[in-house]
């Protein structure tokens, strides 16, 4: 029997992607577990495996189409003996197949000869085993529906999001047009402002290039614009001597130089605010939607910029690492970042976020939370400036400015102000960072 291969969401975010490149070809045979495509997402390029064994029947999205939904048909897997032929089934017809029965008439034209999905399975007695994708159970958490009630038009009967998005709970039926088909937009209407056709008859017999948004900048544009709509920011600002860390960063270097290790004043503020979230525990939380999330480990993401965007990969447990583990882990981190090379689960998560532009210069700036964390704390340069020393006295000392942006839902100002505290005590007393 045929199988339709699907689009599949390498992220829990993830709602489309581009198809970069074949690995197999139309009568190669396949493995389970054979990596048989790569998929780029909006952050990263991705290994795709085969999860079924088989010959490949047919390609239905050619290698360097991008916008390909989670969950569409992007191949057919046919048995060995099976005519390659009939496996050709359109695309369009089996993404009709699988889209929810409301959202539009038939077709008058014949079924495929070999239809991967030609029947969606009966729904499921209740206690049945139910086979369905992450992201098809979690859609149906949310709209309170018993998967067992819901019929599979996926691989073997599998429910995927199709499936699911097309219903609704009993309590509260609605009556809803698909939105798979249609790309997911950066914001509301009135979000948006000003319109496409507006801006270009603005500009109307000015020279300029357009632009089109890769999946990484639409990303961005969403998720900011999210977090400036909906996270009710405030700003702690405060300023930390240096002088005493470049002293001891200094002597450490010397004494690393022999392994290859060179730390940074960044790889202090990492170790510095992992500390800081322990030291003040309230403030190690994520806003959940209807609650506040807890964290235990330090898991501190780090802003790294690249050509068209940026990461933020995810330092685990870093109150746990020492300064030098940091450090090459952080080099790794943003090297693979550059070359877009890391996994989902290296760039989601954590519960506090730094951004660095004081290496390229800048004194102070406000940076954006990133949902669903509380808190990101913005590093100027550190700069001689004139200071009153403890004796009373003028003197000249490195001062580094930062601003914690923080979320008023998860952290209140005098808790804000104590999480700021405690990074400032620990980049003053930085021997300490090593007790």
């Known amino acids: 029997m045929a199988i339709n291969i699907l689009m599949p969401a390498l992220s829990p975010t993830m709602e489309e992607g581009t198809l970069a490149k074949w690995l197999v070809k139309e009568g190669d045979a396949v493995k389970s577990g054979q990596v048989i495509a790569e998929i780029e997402t909006d952050k990263a390029t991705m290994e795709f495996e085969a999860v079924d064994e088989g010959r490949i029947g047919k390609i239905l999205v050619p290698a360097g189409t991008a916008g390909v939904k989670v969950n569409e048909a992007i191949a057919v897997l046919v048995e060995d003996g099976e005519d390659l032929g009939a496996s050709a ?13 409301s959202s539009a008439t038939a077709p008058s ?64 039926p609605k009556p809803a047009a698909s939105t ?29 290039t357009e632009v089109p948004l890769d999946g990484m900048r639409r990303t961005i544009a969403a998720r900011l614009t999210e977090a400036k709509q909906t996270i009710p920011h405030f700003y702690l600002r405060r300023s930390v001597r240096l002088d005493g860390l470049m002293t001891f960063r200094e002597q450490l270097n010397k004494g690393l130089e022999p392994r290859g290790v060179k730390l940074s004043v960044n790889d202090f503020i990492i ?14 939380a994520v806003w959940a939607g209807d609650r506040v999330l807890r964290l235990k480990p330090s898991d501190v993401a780090v802003a790294v910029a690249i050509e068209g965007g940026l990461f933020t990969p995810v330092l685990k447990d870093a109150d746990q690492k020492s300064l030098s583990a940091l450090s090459v ?24 976020a730094i951004s660095n ?31 009153v020393l403890a004796d009373g006295s003028l003197g000249v000392a490195t001062v580094m400015s930062m601003t914690l942006s923080v979320d008023h839902r998860v952290i209140d100002g005098a808790l804000g102000a104590s999480l700021l505290a405690a990074i400032c005590a620990n980049l003053e007393n930085p021997m300490a960072m090593l007790a």
């Open 89 to 101: 089934a359109p695309a369009k017809a089996a993404a009709a197949m699988a889209a929810p029965a």
């Open 109 to 172: 034209a014949p079924a495929p000869s070999v239809p991967a999905l030609s029947a969606p399975t009966a729904a499921k007695p209740a206690g049945a085993r139910v086979f369905a994708s992450p992201l098809a159970r979690r859609i149906a958490a949310e709209k309170g529906l018993d998967l067992t009630k819901v019929a599979g038009t996926g691989p073997h009967g599998r429910i995927i999001r199709a499936d699911v998005e097309g219903q609704s709970s009993v309590a509260a």
């Open 180 to 208: 798979s088909a249609a790309p997911a937009p950066l914001a509301s209407s009135a979000a948006q402002g000003m319109s496409t056709e507006t801006v270009l008859k603005m500009y109307q017999g000015r020279s300029f």
């Open 271 to 284: 170790k510095a605010c992992a500390m800081a979230l322990q030291s003040v525990p309230d403030a190690n």
């Open 329 to 352: 882990e952080m080099k790794d981190l943003a090297a693979r970042a550059k070359t877009r090379k890391l996994a989902p689960q290296e760039y989601q998560g954590g519960s506090f």
């Open 357 to 387: 532009l004081g290496m390229m210069g800048i004194e102070n700036f406000d940076a954006v939370i990133n949902p669903p964390q509380a808190a990101i704390l913005a590093v100027g340069a550190g700069l001689k400036q004139p200071v």
